[in-house]
């Protein structure tokens, strides 16, 4: 009785151990979890920036005049009237053809002055008969008398020798075989003396033409070396041919007008700057755009640096100069400056670093 009593116990005693081991490890995990220390980003102290260092260098300094200009012919003429207040009766061209020396341009609507030709021949018919009684009574008239009677017969005659001039002018011809480049006129429009009827240009003899400022001319001669970007045809080299022509200061003071009626007056070779190419490229045509490049002025060996090397404070210009680990400054003297590079007249050589900004 005593055994059982004890092994009754002793079995309470073993299950409130157990209760309490699990009641102390389901306390262990109610508990919170233990925060994890966050891992923060090493941070890199700042890199200063280190300014760009160029060598100092040697060049070919090239000073240029550049402009835009056009290709022209060498030989081309506008065609006009000298007849004033008529109609274009006939246009026998079109823009783009091509013609012959003695080729029909245009005629005019000349059929009342071929009536007054006619009218005209017949009552001189009349006075050819009054000049031949005129004549056999010479010895009887005044001796004036007689001169004012031939006068005014030769008078009648002129006039319609003149007519008969003004109705050959009314058809217009070609002066040379070439090309119709302009036609600003058409059938039935009305015609003022000296207006452009045509320009016919010889398209064989293509050459580069600008126009340059004053200052910019004087720096030009004949034969300087020249670099013309022709649109759509690429670049050729060449020297320039020729300068404009001077022009009189009375044209200069009217802007160049001439002819009647205050037209302008048509451009010719002679006003432009002429560029002789080595080669001119293939199917290009008058009038095309093109830019120029002359080379007034080289200078081999020259000493340059870029802009953003040079400094200045007041009337100090200088440069930094590079020296290992360390920098000096220098002064220096500036030449010709460019887009791209300065000149370096004294201060450095060949070789030396210099620091930008």
């Known amino acids: 009785m005593f055994t059982k009593w004890w092994t009754a116990r002793s079995s309470k005693r073993a299950a409130a151990l157990l209760l309490g081991c699990a009641l102390a490890v389901s306390g262990c995990s109610l508990l919170p979890a233990e925060q994890v220390e966050e891992q923060l980003p090493t941070i890199a102290p700042p890199q200063i920036s280190k300014k760009p260092e160029y060598e100092v260098t040697t060049q070919t300094l090239e000073t240029r005049v550049e402009a835009t200009g056009k290709l022209i012919s060498m030989r081309e003429e506008t065609l006009y ?4 207040g008529k109609r274009l009766k006939e246009l026998y061209i079109e823009r783009g053809q091509k013609v012959k020396a003695g080729d029909p341009i245009a005629s005019l609507d000349v059929e009342d002055l071929q009536k007054q030709v006619r009218d005209q021949k017949l009552q001189f018919r009349k006075e050819e008969v009054a000049m031949k009684e005129t004549l056999r009574k010479k010895d009887e008239m005044p001796p004036v008398d007689f001169e004012a009677a031939v006068i005014a017969f030769e008078e009648k005659r002129q006039a319609i020798a003149d007519l008969e001039k003004e109705i050959s002018q009314a058809t217009l011809t070609a002066p040379f075989s070439g090309t119709v480049v302009q036609l600003p006129v058409q059938k039935g429009d009305a015609v003022k003396a000296y207006d452009p009827i045509c320009v016919i240009a010889d398209t064989s003899q293509l050459t580069p033409a600008i126009k340059l400022e004053a200052d910019e001319l004087e720096q030009v001669t004949v034969g300087m070396k020249a670099t013309v970007e022709i649109n759509g045809a690429g670049t050729a080299n ?7 022509v001077p022009k009189p200061d009375e044209e200069e003071d009217n802007g160049g007008i001439g002819g009647g009626n205050g037209a302008n007056k048509p ?4 006003d432009f700057l002429l560029v002789k190419l080595d080669k001119m490229p293939a199917n290009v045509a008058r009038g095309t755009m093109l830019s120029v490049s002359i080379i007034v002025k080289s200078k081999p060996n020259a000493i340059v640096i870029p802009p953003s090397a040079l400094r200045s404070i007041g009337s100090r ?6 020296e290992g680990e360390t920098k000096r ?3 220096v003297e500036v030449g010709e400056q460019t887009a791209t590079v300065v000149e370096i007249l004294k201060g450095l050589e060949p070789g030396m670093k210099v620091v930008g900004r």
């Open 329 to 331: 400054e220098v002064d």
């Open 238 to 244: 060449g020297k320039v041919q020729a300068l404009p």
């Open 317 to 322: 210009t200088y440069v930094q100069v590079v």
């Open 267 to 270: 451009e010719t070779p002679d």
């Open 81 to 84: 009237y000298t007849i004033d």
